[in-house]
């Protein structure tokens, strides 16, 4: 049911994984989720000149159509998630293909989101100053247009390649960015500010990261980044006992539910509880009284 696993959407735009685009061979990076301290899925995410595209990504490809440019590149990324959601457990997976011009914007787009008892399925390009869509369903096949601002639009998957790509270069980063959010079709403008560097140790090696703060619709994640745009760490707190952690893992290891990583128990504020939490209930505002007629409610 997509609408009980609205709550942990957001965090799609911080499950990502970048690869260095001085490397025309496919790279795929792996990162493992975790709530609290429990492990409840993955992602991947792989950036290729458009050339240099896999043959087992050729169905992504005929959804998209022809690149933009010879010098367009290609993102797929794709993530699965199983939460706690009113005492259930709900399972939910996500798909984007992109091409992006040289600059890790977007250009066009594909995405699917698919949870225990439905799906999802719409596309969409930049043209001028909208962003056209058309969504597809068994049911409902439509189109909208989304207002976009002057200056380009990323994905959240490529905006952490823009940012490493800008500061290889000693550019500041610090500003506002437009990011389009295919799980609310929307377009939301992202407050992004480097709080420094920062030594990280990953499968035996210490790397330096970039620490990064993003700031969007009062949602706050922290994210860590390599020179070479490679997210190695992402951390957000989602309630008082709610933290959200997603750490660079080797394939197998991202993919291994039983495998759990060992700064997980670094992370996070001490009052975290250990336990996997129902994200519904633990997320929710409490109204401390019952509420007898609810169509009676207003907004103010």
Wanted: glycine share 8%; proline share 7%.
């Amino acid at each position: 049911m997509i609408k009980a696993c609205f709550t942990i959407l957001p965090i799609a735009m911080m499950i990502n994984c970048h690869v260095s685009l001085s490397e025309p061979l496919l790279k795929e990076y792996w990162m493992g989720a975790y709530l609290n301290q429990s492990k409840v899925g993955w992602s991947s995410l792989g950036i290729y000149p458009a050339g240099s595209v896999p043959a087992a990504l050729l169905v992504d490809l005929e959804k998209l159509g022809k690149p933009p440019g010879n010098d367009s590149l290609f993102l797929i990324s794709e993530a699965r998630m199983g939460v706690l959601a009113y005492n259930k457990r709900k399972t939910v997976a996500w798909r984007t293909a992109a091409w992006l011009k040289p600059d890790l914007s977007l250009a066009a787009f594909s995405f699917s989101l698919e949870s225990d008892d439905s799906k999802t399925e719409f596309k969409g390009a930049l043209n001028g100053n909208a962003l056209e869509i058309t969504l597809a369903a068994a049911a409902d096949a439509r189109s909208e247009k989304i207002p976009v601002s002057a200056g380009p639009v990323f994905l959240a998957e490529s905006l952490s390649s823009h940012l490493a790509e800008r500061l290889s270069r000693g550019l500041a980063i610090d500003g506002e960015y437009q990011v389009f959010e295919p799980h609310q079709v929307t377009i939301s403008p992202w407050k992004i500010s480097l709080e420094g560097v920062e030594a990280i140790t990953l499968e035996g090696t210490e790397k330096e990261a970039f620490r990064i703060r993003q700031q969007t619709g009062g949602f706050c994640p922290i994210t860590w980044i390599d020179r070479q745009g490679t997210v190695l760490k992402e951390w957000a707190p989602l309630g008082e006992d709610v933290g959200y952690l997603s750490i660079f893992e080797p394939r197998e290891k991202a993919l291994d539910p039983e495998y759990i990583h060992p700064l997980i128990s670094q992370e996070g504020p001490n009052d975290i509880s250990p336990g996997e939490p129902d994200l519904m209930y633990s997320t929710s505002v409490q109204p401390g009284l019952d509420i007898r007629q609810p169509s009676l409610v207003r907004r103010w």
